[in-house]
């Protein structure tokens, strides 16, 4: 079936250097591409996200990209805080827009950021 | 902003019996909301769509007579995890998408299911 494929798995930065999160997906159809932190017990947070027709989307220091031809899509915080320590996941939808929002996400990476 | 509310947080139960988990809106209404299982630092897979005012749409591999879906209005869905046995100990989240258009898919906090 349609998957979402995520790395690193693992990601262990310095404070105030930049984490990177790449992901590619298969369903052509996806168009929303949401990234969400998930903190120990709780729900995934969503943090930013892009649509097909934007190729770039900055929220202070994060920001996403998109290659809709090549089907991949990047995370990048930059200043990364201790506070940013988290599982991230990325996520595509399920077809397109009337698909209700159902999601495939990654299988999420374990940012450390180190003092 | 948009919250959707997951309740109980926490529940163990023994074998056998069944448990259920509420997911609500709490200030938007929701036609649609969908069910996750996220086992431990595993990421999260779709088991259901909830449909208000209709039945829940499955996904492949999910039995629908173990995990009863009940949407009855558009704030609130139920999954009703029967016959509970040790295996489906999981994390499972709701989440929903309000109405405004392009709005994020917003989750809840999770339901730590622990069977004994």
């Known amino acids: 079936g349609e998957n979402v494929e995520q790395h690193p798995s693992t990601l262990s930065v310095q404070e105030g250097d930049s984490a990177v999160i790449k992901c590619t997906y298969s369903d052509s159809a996806s168009n929303y591409f949401p990234w969400y932190k998930q903190e120990l017990g709780k729900g995934p947070q969503l943090i930013i996200d892009i649509r097909s027709n934007v190729g770039e989307k900055k929220d202070q220091r994060i920001a996403v990209t998109l290659n809709k031809t090549a089907k991949h899509f990047s995370l990048h915080i930059t200043e990364t805080q201790p506070e940013d320590s988290a599982v991230y996941f990325c996520?595509?939808?399920?077809?397109?827009?009337?698909?209700?929002?159902?999601?495939?996400f990654g299988k999420g990476t374990s940012l450390l950021v180190t003092p | 902003g948009a919250v959707v509310s997951q309740h109980p947080s926490r529940v163990i139960c023994k074998s056998g019996t069944s448990v259920k988990i509420e997911c609500r809106s709490l200030d938007f209404q929701a036609t649609t909301m969908f069910w996750y299982r996220q086992f431990p630092k595993q990421s999260l897979m779709l088991m259901a769509t909830?449909?208000?005012?209709?039945?829940?749409?499955?996904e492949q591999g999910v039995e629908k007579d173990k995990f009863l879906i009940n949407h009855a209005s558009l704030t609130l869905s139920t999954l009703t995890v029967t016959s509970a046995h040790p295996e489906d100990s999981s994390f499972y989240i709701c989440?929903?998408?309000?109405?405004?258009?392009?709005?994020?898919?917003?989750f809840g906090n999770g339901t730590r299911l622990t069977v004994t």
């Open positions: 989440s929903a998408p309000s109405r405004q258009v392009n709005s994020p898919l917003h």
């Open positions: 996520a595509a939808s399920i077809g397109g827009s009337n698909s209700g929002y159902a999601l495939n």
């Open positions: 909830s449909n208000e005012g209709s039945k829940a749409t499955y």
